[in-house]
C-alpha cells in the first residue's frame, strides 16, 4: 500500500519515518516547510496539498492538533476528500472529540472513503520506539486492510468500537494521567513537607500496588524537573477539554478530571504550556509555598 502522512509533529515525524523505514511508499504534507525535510530526506516525496497526497495513496494518515486542523486537512479547501479516489482509507491519530470525528467519518463515506480514528498513548518515546498503544474506532473491516501498517507504529492495538470509540478510549486515557500526575505530585510534595526524600519514597511505590508507568516515566521526571515535552501541558489542556465537554453532554460527574484540570490551566497560564504536562507538579509546589 502506498502511504499518505499528514502532520509532521513530535509525534507525527517518528511514526512516518517508522514507516519509511519498514519499506512503505510514504507522501508527506505538513503545514510547515521545515517540518518535511527530515522526512525528504529519508526518502519520502512531498505533494503539494492534502488533496493532491489523497490521489496518490491508499491510506491518508493525520496527526494534527485539534478538530479544526483535522477537519481543514480532510474536508476544508484542498483537502483529502476532494482529491481521494473512492476506496481510500484514513487513518486519524489526532486526539479529538468522538462527536466531531463520527461527523466527519460520515462525509468521508459518502464520498467511498472509510475512516478510523486511532489516538494514541505512549508519547514521542513511543513513537520514536514504534510501541505506541492504539485505541481504534471504526470499521472492523477497515481496520484489517491498514493492521500491517498500524503494526509498524505501535505495540498495543485494540478495536475498541465503531466510529469515535476510539476517541472515547483516549479520552479516558487522558482523565487516567492527568489525575495520576496529580497525585504523584501531590505525594512528592508531602514527602518533601516532611523532609521525606521523595525519590526515596517513589523508590518504594515503585515495588507495591502504587506502581504505574506514570509514576515510573513521570514521577522521574518530576524529581529531575525534566520537562522537555514528550506530551505538551497544552495539548493535555486541549484533551482535557474535551473531557470535561463529552462528560457534561453525557451528564457524567467527572471532579477528579475538574480539579487535574485546573492544575493544567494554571500551567499554560504561566506560560509553560510547551513544556510536559509533568509540570503540574510545580503547580503544587508553588501552592504549597504560600
Known sequence: MKVGYIGLGIMGRPMAANLLKAGYEVCVWARRPESLEPLKAAGATVAASPAELAGQVDVVFTNVSDTADVEAVLLGENGVIH???PGLIVVDHSTIAAGASRRMAEKLAGQGIQMLDVPVSGGEQ??????LTLM???EAEALEKVRPLLEVVGGTITHVGGPGAG???KTCNQMIVAQS???IGEAFTLAEAADVDPARVREALLGGFAYSRILEVHGQRMLDKNYRPGFKARLHRKDMGIALQTAAELGVATPGSAVATQFINALVGQDMGELDSSALVEMLRRLNKG
Open 136 to 138: 481504534v474506532g471504526g
Open 126 to 131: 513511543g513513537a520514536i520506539d514504534g510501541t
Open 83 to 85: 482529491g481521494a479516489r
Open 181 to 183: 500526575l496529580q497525585a
Open 167 to 169: 476517541q472515547i478510549a
